[in-house]
């Protein structure tokens, strides 16, 4: 596939789902987005202190309605955590202690919406010219005043009042087969 032509692949699946057709390309498409950020928390129960967890989420695209996601915080280190799960664009998915929604937005951006307990986390990839750039966001939800999380280390509950994306940056990679 030429590289400019991601948006086209995007449009025309976009297209096929905004009228409500799971359509299946004649020729089988895949298409990566690599999404890297720092997680910013600023934990204030059980203790004071900031963390700084790099995160990845790459999602795969594949006959034009399954997605393949793989989540990796820690990249790299000893202590790596990984999830994996595949579902449909449009529909929510149970990952652990989240729900998690992949949707367009308009032709060429696509959302992937993240819901816990108490908050939301909102990472918006448009896409033109064969590039993406993703915008990530955190909101509490109605009612909550902290996000409550989970450690890594060692599965606690933590509390956490101040949640950001630093750096973020998307990348993709695209295939096409015949």
Not at 3 to 23: D, E, N, Q
Request: charged share 25%.
């Amino acid at each position: 596939m030429a590289r400019g032509s991601a948006f086209k692949v995007w449009t025309a699946i976009a297209i096929a789902l905004g009228a409500g057709i799971a359509a299946v390309p004649a020729r089988s498409e895949h298409l990566q987005a690599d999404v890297t950020f720092i997680e910013v928390q600023n934990e204030i129960r059980p203790r004071r202190i900031v963390w700084r967890q790099p995160r990845q989420i790459t999602m795969s695209l594949s006959h034009g309605h399954v997605v393949n996601e793989r989540q990796v915080r820690r990249a790299g280190r000893p202590d790596e955590h990984t999830k994996r799960f595949e579902s449909v664009l449009g529909a929510e998915t149970q990952v652990r202690r989240s729900r998690v929604t992949w949707r367009f937005l308009r032709n060429d951006t696509l959302v992937r919406i993240a819901e816990t307990s108490s908050y939301r986390m909102t990472a918006t990839l448009t896409f033109r010219s064969g590039t993406c750039s993703v915008d990530i966001r955190y909101a509490l939800k109605p009612g909550h005043s902290y996000f409550a999380m989970s450690r890594l280390d060692s599965g606690k509950p933590m509390v956490v009042d101040h949640l950001t994306a630093e750096t973020a940056s998307c990348s993709i990679k695209e295939d096409m087969t015949s």
